[in-house]
């Protein structure tokens, strides 16, 4: 009963790091989501895919990356790190509109940047 | 302006006492309104569901959505030192891709 699983769940990072978190889904859905969480600004939208291959800006892009190689992958890298990017990042996946909106998260990723 | 306005709170209410949580939205356009609850180092999860218009009720949960205001409210009967979370409200445009999310309401409740 895995769902969404997100790795590592914890990690530090120097300024000018470079990383990366992966995402994995076994529910065949077609949309996957990258989000970071902050106090007091809720859920932004990093990156989307809507399917292998395909990806999109969301909210806040700037400063990362991301790849959709295998429908149930979604990679999210980080350059060079900056301590801005210091957040809970959860990766998220929904099946496509004709099969219901539900959103289903990972359990965080959380990141710290000194 | 945010599309979705969500006060952050905290809100603390006695246990057995109704809680109110509100959001508003700006675009019209949303059909689908969702409540997500998030415990505190968890992902959220779906809480409930409303398409359109009108009241959906889950056991103590009630959700309430007034699209001729932009209006979206959940009721928590009876509440718990449990329903101790945060709660988040969320949109999405018929066909859209991107689900849009509130700040979320921290809640709590003291036994």
């Known amino acids: 009963n895995a769902g969404v699983t997100q790795t590592p769940k914890f990690r530090v990072l120097k300024t000018g790091q470079s990383m990366t978190l992966l995402c994995a889904q076994d529910?065949?859905?077609?949309?996957m989501y990258w989000y970071r969480q902050d106090p007091g600004m809720g859920l932004r939208l990093i990156h989307y895919?809507?399917?292998?291959?395909?990806?999109a800006k969301g909210e806040v892009p700037d400063g990362y990356n991301v790849s959709r190689l295998k429908k149930q992958n979604f990679l999210l890298g980080l350059e060079s790190a900056a301590p801005s990017q210091t957040s809970v990042y959860f990766c998220?996946?929904?099946?496509?509109?004709?099969?219901?909106?539900?959103?289903?998260f990972g359990e965080g990723s959380w990141l710290t940047v000194v | 302006q945010k599309e979705v306005e969500q006060d952050p709170g905290p809100l603390s209410v006695p246990e057995g006492a109704i809680v109110s949580l509100n959001c508003t939205y700006s675009n019209s356009a949303f059909q689908y309104f969702m409540w997500y609850r998030q415990y505190s180092r968890k992902g959220p999860e779906l809480l409930m569901y409303?398409?359109?218009?009108g009241n959906k009720e889950d056991g103590r949960f009630t959700a309430q959505v007034d699209k001729s205001s932009k209006y979206i409210s959940l009721f928590i009967r009876d509440s718990q030192p449990s329903d101790s979370a945060t709660y988040l409200c969320a949109v999405l445009y018929t066909g859209g891709f991107k689900t849009i999310f509130g700040a979320g309401t921290r809640l709590f409740v003291k036994a």
């Open positions: 895919s809507v399917g292998e291959g395909t990806t």
């Open positions: 409303t398409y359109s218009s």
């Open positions: 529910m065949n859905h077609e949309y």
């Open positions: 998220a996946s929904r099946a496509d509109g004709r099969s219901g909106n539900t959103i289903y």
